[in-house]
């Protein structure tokens, strides 16, 4: 029986949040619903934007990323996971005030490409312009060859199809956003990417294998595998 409890530290965007949880529901094998794991949603979109702090814009988003934790502790979660793959950039400082494990996601997303793509050698990023400049990848991805887009591409086509006015961010997840990101996505491949990681959230609520050549991948399906087991 799954006894334990799933908390999602959420709201960085709150449907990444709820795509996670449907993940997480997807992902578990049962045949009622009791056999489901319990999950506390805290759905916190005061949270100050992970990108505008990274690029000297905005607040910390530490300090409301630890009081959300705390609130899914004192609920008694035993492990935790963020929807939010810039939030990753502050996840060992959050860990170190909570006592409950949080999984991360860019941690299980390179033992994945290990185990099933051993052979490649470069993969493309599609992230936040916040999150590029921070490392992540490079940080948590090894032995690997990293390519982003170039410059005018991922001001004028990535951050635009996140933060721009007809963005995923303001709730349009169609066709606007979805080109966009294709036109990023071949870049990438033109540039020898052999597969794609969905570097950000919202990508993944409009991109997906369907519309690219190249596998691409989301750690978001990683991270609901991973927390599932």
């Given amino acids: 029986m799954n006894d334990k409890i799933i908390g999602i530290l959420g709201g960085m965007g709150p449907e990444a949040t709820a795509n996670l949880f449907i993940k997480i529901i997807k992902t578990t094998k049962v045949k009622a619903d009791q056999d489901h794991y319990r999950v506390i949603i805290d759905s916190n979109v005061k949270i100050p934007d992970r990108t505008q702090f990274i690029l000297g814009l905005g607040e910390s988003p530490v300090k409301s990323m630890v009081e959300t934790g705390k609130i899914l502790e004192k ?23 909570l006592s409950f494990p949080l999984l991360n996601a860019l941690e299980e997303l390179n033992e994945y490409i290990k185990i ?24 948590y991805l090894s032995n690997l060859e990293i390519v982003y887009p170039e410059t005018i591409t991922q ?3 990535v951050m635009e199809a996140i933060y721009g006015k007809e963005g995923i961010k303001s709730g349009n997840t169609g066709e606007y956003p979805l080109n966009l990101l294709k036109d ?9 990417a052999e597969i794609l990681v969905s570097g950000c959230t919202e990508i993944a609520l409009v991109l997906n294998n369907r519309h690219v050549k190249k596998p691409i991948l989301d750690p978001m399906d990683i991270l609901a595998k991973s927390i599932v087991k």
């Avoid at 609920?75 to 005030?97: L, M």
């Avoid at 493309?124 to 940080?139: D, Y």
């Avoid at 990023?184 to 020898?192: C, P, Q, V």
Wanted: with cysteine; hydrophobic share 35%; net charge negative.
């Fill in 116 to 139: 099933n793509y051993p052979i490649v050698k470069k993969i493309g990023i599609l992230a936040t312009t916040g999150t590029i400049n921070t490392g992540l990848f490079e940080k």
């Fill in 184 to 192: 990023a996505s071949n870049e990438l491949i033109r540039n020898g």
């Fill in 75 to 97: 609920s008694g979660v035993d492990v935790g996971c963020i929807p939010c793959i810039t939030a990753h950039y502050f996840i060992e400082e959050v860990q170190k005030e």
């Fill in 155 to 157: 001001e004028n086509k």
